[in-house]
Structures are given as C-alpha cells and as structure tokens.
C-alpha cells in the first residue's frame, strides 16, 4: 500500500499545492546534508497545518520539534509579516539545519529557534509570555503530555494545539509495544479525553508519503 499511498500524495500535491520555491529548497538542502525526509510533514499536510492557522487568524505560533524547519517555513507561511514563531529543538544536529533553513528562507516573519529540552525552555520562559494562538507539537512522543500540559498553561480560549504523529502505524494499539514514546502517546489520549482545559478535540488518522499516522486536535476552552 505504501507506494500507492506515496503516489496518491504526489497527485494531491501536483493539482492542490503550489509550488514554494522555500519550502522546496528547504528539502533540497535537508537531503544535501544528509538528514532523513521521513521526521518532517509531507506537504499536503503543511498545507493542512497552513490553513488551519489562516482560519483562525493565529498570529503567535509555539512549535515544539523544529528538525529542518520544514513544518516551521509552512507555519511561517500563513502569517502576516508581523507573525512570530517560538520554534525548540532538542537536538543540536537538527537546531543548526533548521537554522540554516530558516536563515536561507529570508521571510519576514520572526521565527525565534531555541535550542534546548523544550519541557525546561517553556518552563523557563518570562512570567508574562503572551500566550500563542497556535502550537504545534512535533518533538519526543515520551514527553507529549507533559508538552500539552504546558501548552495549556502558554494558551488563551480558542488557541489550537495540533499534536503530530499520534498513530505510528498503528502502534499505540500494540499492547507489547511499551517504548516510551508509544506510551507517551498513550499518555496524551488519556490526559485528552474529559481534560478541564480543553473545549473540543479529536484525532485522525492519515495515510501518504509519511506512511500510516495520523494527527490529535485541540481547541483550548
Ligand atoms: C518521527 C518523528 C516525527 O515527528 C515524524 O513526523 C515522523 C517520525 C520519528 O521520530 O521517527
Ligand atoms: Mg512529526
């Protein structure tokens, strides 16, 4: 089903995703250097990511797990030049290519890159951090609910909290299957049903280039 799933991507993207000389040289230049393509979003799912921030009008973007910045340049897209992004990356490897891709992209929006544990960062931030209408949580599985508590807490009513790679194939249904990361995933559906803070959520499966995951959604209350 694989190839089937890739080729159906590539259909969607040739008639529905214009081409974005940024995002593709991001690509271009994440390959060059050696990184895998399967941790960043497939492009019809930016697009995803894209429209739901333009719907809302969503002006300050959280992102957790910056890898290429790939995701980050799609979010950055769907700003006004007055948009800001706060993007972490845990990993130095991945921190220094995102940043070359975010220098290399020239937009005009500011997209802050920390590098760091994402849970310490957020926790370090100022006391009086205006919170973000949008979060975009891509980094470790194992720590996903600790990264949504503390999404709740940088929220406002109506901020949108997109959580990325929620299925893995269908592992979190493996009862054998307890890597840390699967049961952070767990962890997360848990925390996500009947949680005080949250108006409205769900999750959906996707299938494509990324292979078979799928994304949660939240809307904060
Ligand atoms: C992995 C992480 C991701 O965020 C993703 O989108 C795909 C794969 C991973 O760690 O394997
Ligand atoms: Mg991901």
């Excluded at 080729?7 to 214009?18: C, E, Q």
């Excluded at 406002?156 to 995933?185: C, F, Y």
Aim: proline share 5%; with cysteine.
């Amino acid at each position: 089903m694989q190839q089937m799933w890739t080729d159906i991507d590539h259909y969607i993207d040739s008639h529905l995703i214009p081409n974005d000389p940024i995002l593709t040289q991001t690509l271009k230049h994440t390959a060059e250097r050696g990184f895998p393509d399967h941790l960043a979003v497939a492009p019809n799912q930016g697009m995803l990511l894209q429209m739901l921030i333009q719907m809302n009008k969503c002006k300050r973007i959280l992102e957790l797990g910056t890898f290429a910045a790939y995701s980050t340049l799609w979010l950055a897209r769907a700003l006004p030049e007055d948009g800001y992004i706060l993007t972490i990356e845990g990993r130095d490897t991945h921190a220094a290519l995102g940043q070359e891709n975010i220098d290399a992209a020239k937009l005009p929006q500011t997209i802050d890159l920390k590098v760091g544990r994402a849970a310490d960062l957020l926790r370090a931030l100022p006391e009086d951090t205006e919170a973000f209408d949008f979060i975009f949580i891509d980094a470790d599985k194992q720590s996903y609910p600790e990264y949504l508590e503390l999404s709740l807490n940088l929220s406002h009513s109506g901020t949108i909290i997109v959580l990325d790679n929620v299925i893995r194939s269908g592992a979190i249904l493996d009862q054998n299957n307890v890597k840390p990361s699967i049961e952070g995933i767990r962890q997360m559906f848990e925390a996500l049903s009947n949680h005080p803070r949250i108006l409205s959520c769900t999750a959906l499966q996707t299938v494509g280039s990324k292979g078979h995951d799928g994304f949660a959604l939240a809307i904060v209350k």
